[in-house]
């Protein structure tokens, strides 16, 4: 009988020795598929299945965001991110990001501002595509000291913003394909207003929990202005008055603007966000306070955010915020991964070592 069991037993690692992907059922391989959270482990099967990678389209990918390590100038052609699925840092080596300035936050495509020739693209990381945009009409003494652009849409239109001076923002769009943006300079309070392009045009948060100006994205002339919304908190003790981090995000159609107060870094388990919807259903713009954001879920840096739905990917949970935050517990400064449950009004540390990350953005990744 005992020799009978250790035949059973060998005969069973021989047969899943000679089993892999290939050889499992359609239902069984989707399944798998389906359930995979970091796109690395998504190119590795497209890699190995040979059989099922005519009918793996990159469009399947997981949409789990990651988080770029960024840095002001990229002279290696080496880029960190770190996986929220996984918890661990990746390396993908991309050429076409040397010596380059790196910017999101975006679903698939960094702004890629090269510093030697002030030249503009969009660089999948990923893919290593690369997708030239027309050169800014700019003075050569602002595009070589201070002008560093953001990301503020991607898609048929491209829109940035970036300083060129203390206080003075570009607001700059084109349509993918076109030779030339259509340009915006703006006068700000501060370098931390919260700015989208939204419907055709810039919206530019005046200063914190200020008015909001509705600039056209053509003509550069100020179309509306909705006033700042009233404030559901008071200030947290010893905070500066109205200051904090001011978002605006578009989400699903809808524009939000996202306020977290400064000074809750003295309390590493709480935050305070207000969150706001823009309503023009009756003709005068307002922001409407909102107590839920349903299946969306928002991932904030310190300048910018994007938003998505959460279609049961395991490990997220809906109507949140995720951010990161800076705590002084007395021994020095630390930064944590947290979580903010809209509803509940709490905040989870989540388990994740983000200590050498710096206030890089948000990117889903995109294999097409």
Known sequence: MEGSVHKLDSDCRIAMAKTSLNDLPHDLFFLVITNLLDVFDFVRVRATCKRWRPLISPSDSPRLPWIFNRRLISFSANLEFYSLASGKFHTIH????????????????????????????????FTC????????????????????????????????????????????????????WMAVERQVRTNFVGRSYYKGMFFVNESEMGAT?????TTGVAMFSVPAPVRQHSNLEGSPELRGFDYLVESSGELLRVFRLWGDYKILKNAYFEIYRLDCADGEPRWVNVNSI???????????????????????????????????????WSKFLCRYDIIETRTEV?????????????IVPSLQ
């Open 294 to 332: 349903g299946d969306r879920m928002l991932f904030l840096d310190s300048v910018h955010g994007l938003s998505l739905m959460n279609t049961g990917v395991q490990g997220l949970k809906r109507n949140s915020i995720y951010f990161m935050k800076l705590f002084n517990g007395g021994n020095g």
């Open 94 to 125: 991309v050429p076409k990001a040397s010596d380059k300035f790196l910017a999101g936050p975006s679903h698939g495509y960094l702004l890629a501002f090269d510093t030697r020739c002030f030249t503009l693209s969009l660089i999948n990381p």
């Open 350 to 362: 989540l388990p994740f070592d983000i200590q050498k990350l710096g206030d890089g953005p948000w």
């Open 213 to 217: 100006t509705a600039i056209d994205s």
């Open 129 to 180: 595509n690369e997708i030239p945009l027309p050169p800014l009409e700019l003075k050569w003494s602002t595009l070589s000291s201070y002008f560093r652009p953001e990301l503020i849409c991607t898609g048929e239109v491209v829109a940035i913003s970036g300083f060129t001076s203390q206080k003075f923002l570009i607001l700059a769009s084109c349509r993918l394909g076109e030779n030339k």
